[in-house]
Structures are given as C-alpha cells and as structure tokens.
C-alpha cells in the first residue's frame, strides 16, 4: 500500500500543492514529499492531509493491470516508472513526446 500512497502523490502533487496552499496545508505536504523521497511510509499522512483538504484518495492509472480476458498486453509506446524505483506507477509514452518527470524527485522518469 506505501507505494501506491507515493503513486498517488506523484501524480497528483501539482494539485495537491495547489489545493495544500489554498487550505494552509502546504507544510504538512511537503512534510510528506519529505517523506516520501526517504521511503517512509506516507499513506497515513497523505490520506489525512487529503481528509483535510476535503479530498477523496485520488487515485492512479496503473497500465500493467490486466483487464478481464484480455490479460497486461504490451503497450503501444515506452513505459517509463518511478526513477528512484518507490512506486508501481507506470506511464506510457507516447511516441514523439517528451520523457516526462517525476514531480516527487524532480527527476525524468525510468525507462522500464
């Protein structure tokens, strides 16, 4: 479940920190970045700072579950992950577009 929490809190940090500021929570987020970029476990801190902001768990795409009868099969572009290897987030690149970025470590993520 930690991973997911990261997963989570990568791919929506953008609105979260929009969200964390508009509500005074920005020091209690960024306490969880924090966290997170050590391998804590956040998903506790992370759900309440999202109860604080009136916020449900939002949630992530996850490209390597399989759907019903028809298995993981292999997407059509490169599959990029977590560049400190911290959550199953996975993202598909499409082809011709930008290697994207990691908004918890600020860093391009993993080719995988």
């Given amino acids: 479940m930690a991973g997911s929490a990261v997963a989570e809190l990568c791919e929506n940090l953008h609105d979260l920190r929009r969200a964390a500021r508009q509500h005074g929570q920005s020091a209690a987020l960024e ?6 970029r050590d391998g804590d476990d956040v998903e506790p801190a992370l759900r309440e700072v999202l109860r604080q902001l009136g916020l449900p768990g939002t949630g992530t795409r996850d490209v390597s579950t399989a759907l019903p009868g028809l298995g993981t099969g292999r997407p059509l572009g490169d599959v990029y992950g977590c560049p400190a290897d911290r959550c199953p987030r996975a993202w598909v ?15 391009p993520l993993s080719l995988i």
């Fill in 31 to 36: 306490a969880i970045v924090i966290a997170a």
């Fill in 93 to 107: 690149r499409a082809p011709g577009t930008a290697i994207p970025v990691c908004a918890l470590y600020e860093r």
